[in-house]
Structures are given as structure tokens and as C-alpha cells.
């Protein structure tokens, strides 16, 4: 089983930057992919960038541009970089893994998420 922690989130005024990441532990086969999530108060949960295992990319519209996913070498640990926040990027942000488990099986970990606020 997959456990995930998060760190990062905070508040900045619009225009700022912050970084997120979210670690991997326990036991796996593979991870096949790494994305983020965030969800707005009264809203749904909303994708915001994925990346796969070989390093290919895909960003929610809203965010192309601004913010950055990337894992380390060892492709454990996901971040997500984002620039030129604004108040609409306001939410909390989830971590979701997507990883075949020891049993054989494919699964999803979700991270507990880290809020971010920016205010204008």
C-alpha cells in the first residue's frame, strides 16, 4: 500500500509562486502516473496536471503555461510548480498516485491535501 505526503501549500499574494510536493512510501510494483487535484469551496474536484511514468505531461487549460509538474529522479515524489498564481487557483490540492500494488492490481493513493489561498 501507498501513503502520501504532502507539503507546500500556504498563502500568496496573486502574481506569487509556490511549490508543492507529495511522497510516495510503502510498497508498489510501479507507479504508473502522478497527478494534482484541486478542489474550490462549494465546487468539484477538478484536474489540474498529470504526468506518466515516461515523463509525458498534460495540464488542466486554466493552468497551462503557469504551473509546472515534475517528479524526482527517482519518481517517488511529484511536484507541482505554480507561478503566476491568482485568486481563482485558490483550493485545496490533492496529490493522486496511480500505481500497480504488490498484489498485482492497479490503484489510485490520494494525498490529504494542502490548501493554497491566494488573495489579491
Excluded: H
Excluded at 517517488?76 to 498485482?104: E, K, P
Aim: aromatic share 10%; charged share 15%; hydrophobic share 35%.
Amino acid at each position: 500500500q501507498v501513503q502520501l505526503v504532502e507539503s507546500g501549500g500556504g498563502s500568496v499574494q496573486a502574481g506569487g509562486s509556490l511549490r508543492l510536493s507529495c511522497a510516495a512510501s510503502g510498497r508498489y510494483i510501479r507507479i504508473n502516473n502522478m497527478a494534482w487535484y484541486r478542489q474550490a469551496p462549494a465546487t468539484q474536484r477538478e484536474f489540474v496536471a498529470l504526468i506518466e511514468y515516461d515523463g509525458v505531461t498534460n495540464y488542466q487549460d486554466s493552468v497551462k503555461g503557469r504551473f509546472t509538474i515534475s517528479t524526482n529522479d527517482a519518481k517517488n515524489t511529484v511536484y507541482l510548480q505554480m507561478n503566476s498564481l491568482d485568486v481563482g487557483d485558490t483550493a485545496v490540492y490533492s496529490c493522486r498516485i496511480n500505481y500497480v500494488a504488490t498484489q498485482g492490481w492497479t490503484t489510485n493513493a490520494w494525498g490529504q491535501g494542502t490548501q493554497v489561498t491566494v488573495s489579491s
